[in-house]
């Protein structure tokens, strides 16, 4: 075992479902399909380590970490364990006290943020809703938030319109933190921001983890953004984790032909580098009625190698090294 296993857990997710309903128009509710936006997701993550979760749009991933989150209560099914506790029947009072210690930065920072408040009120307003700290307490406690997220205090009494779109994700990452939360949820929060602030944030968000020993789930559609901050990747297809493993095996010695494919669209900054992109044939299929057997087979070079087992039977999830996991039938 080595040290990485012995690291505590802080959220477990066991079989993790979110179906969303489809109903036929009418004057009565019928159900008639449902978009399986995440079926059936098992991993963990531990105390003080960034998880990146990767896959294309629409694969399920910002559904995932919402629903850890408890934000779809009513589709979900399977378990999430936070802190050791079966969070998943919580109702809306229990999930209220166990809100503070799990946050969310929202992928746009244009639209998260209420545009009538001033930033002084944005970043009061998670101590007012908990009723901690006294008025005096809480300007000194965003004055320190601000100062931690790069932003002069004179912000303040500024409105979010008033800035760059990398200066109002600093506002939505200082509100995030605001409350010393055990756990963020990162939805793609440098993807709306010009490249050359994107490396800033990033930057900011790993000196914020060893400041406020946090442990994080970080959403991106590219392996190029995760490889900065995460300590272990989940990929994930059509929503299901096809791959889990620590960052360098990933790109080192990837096992799943989508991962393969990934990691080939990663831009190489050098034009004498010739680029071996591996090209992905036709679209992702509907999450309303996903492909039987292995779901990646209607797009994987490798499909029709095994006398169609992947056409007919979905891979189980396969430990081939340590701490490294594939679902696919070639290993
Ligand atoms: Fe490709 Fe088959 Fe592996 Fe699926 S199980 S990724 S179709 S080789």
Known sequence: MNTNEKAEVLVQVNDLKVHFPIYKKGLLLHQIGSVKAVNGVSFQIRKGE??????????????????????YPNYTTGDVIFDGKNITQ?????????????????????????????????????????KILSKKERKTKVESLLEDVGLPKETITRYPGEFSGGQRQRIGIARAIALNPKFIVCDEPVSALDVSVQSQILNLMCDLKEKYNLTQLFIAHGLNVVKHVSDRIGIMYLGKIVEIAEKADIYKNPLHPYTEALISAIPVPDPTVKNDRILMQGDVPSPINPPKGCPFHTRCRYASDFGGICMNTLPEMKEIESNHYVRCHRY
């Open 90 to 130: 919580y109702n809306e009072k229990r999930m209220r006290i166990i809100r503070r210690e799990m946050q969310l930065i929202f992928q746009d920072p244009f639209s998260s943020l209420d545009s009538r408040m001033t930033v002084g009120k944005l970043l009061e307003e998670p101590f007012i809703i908990h």
């Open 50 to 71: 960034t998880f990146g979760l990767v896959g294309e749009s629409g694969c399920g991933k910002t559904t995932t970490g919402k629903a850890l989150l408890h934000l």
